[in-house]
């Protein structure tokens, strides 16, 4: 018997905003019926004594180094602007003038 009911794979379809047709709502109930099987298969588990994680690895800053360096030269920066003053790029007002 399965574990999901065609109810509910249209109900969970509907909360994703997924149009499906029975056929299709079919084919998925017994997708999902094999991933719950799987994730039963958790509860098999001994898991005492286990402290409980966030994640699976351990997490790493892959980021580089927070080092200052020197920029592009302000007056080379705004060779590339369209319109400046006083070293500052000028944009159009968004708010009104």
């Keep these: 018997m ?28 017994g997708q999902l019926d094999a ?17 409980p994680t966030s994640h699976v690895l351990d997490m790493k800053n892959v980021m580089r180094k927070d080092i200052p360096e020197k920029g592009m030269p302000r007056e080379e920066m705004l060779k590339n602007a369209p319109d400046h003053q006083d070293g500052f790029i000028k944009v159009p007002p968004i708010l009104g003038e």
């Excluded at 109810?7 to 299709?24: C, F, M, Q």
């Excluded at 991933?35 to 039963?40: H, L, R, V, W």
């Design 2 to 29: 399965s574990r999901i009911t065609l109810e509910e794979v249209k109900h969970v379809a509907n909360l994703a905003r997924l149009a499906i047709s029975d056929e299709e709502a079919d084919k998925f109930r």
């Design 35 to 51: 991933i719950i099987g799987f994730a039963e298969q958790l509860n098999e588990l001994d898991t005492e004594g286990i402290e």
